[in-house]
């Protein structure tokens, strides 16, 4: 746990709260070639809604933090294939 609950940018840590508690599903390959460009998907299996204001259900603001291995960085928006795009912008259904 933080002794700080926020980030630089003023944001809460979500470690620090309920979340923390819960198990994750992480999927990534287990090797890849030089120069590959791959995704990792982190699931979490929660109820993904919360309420608003106004009393209606919303998706629940959640993210991840993925610390790449030395050597490894993210790519250019260029070499991501139209289907790797595609799933990026999709939301939970849930």
Do not use: W
């Amino acid at each position: 746990r933080y002794e700080n609950p926020r980030e630089a940018i003023g944001c809460i840590v979500c470690v620090n709260c309920h979340l923390a508690n819960k198990p994750v599903d992480i999927e990534d390959p287990q090797a890849i070639f030089p120069v590959i460009v791959f995704e990792a998907v982190v699931r979490i299996p929660y109820d993904l809604k919360q309420v608003l204001v106004n009393g209606k259900k919303r998706a629940l603001n959640v993210g991840v933090v993925l610390i790449l291995l030395k050597g490894f960085e993210l790519t250019s928006s260029d070499h991501i294939s139209p289907k790797m795009k595609e799933n990026r912008l999709l939301q939970p259904s849930k």
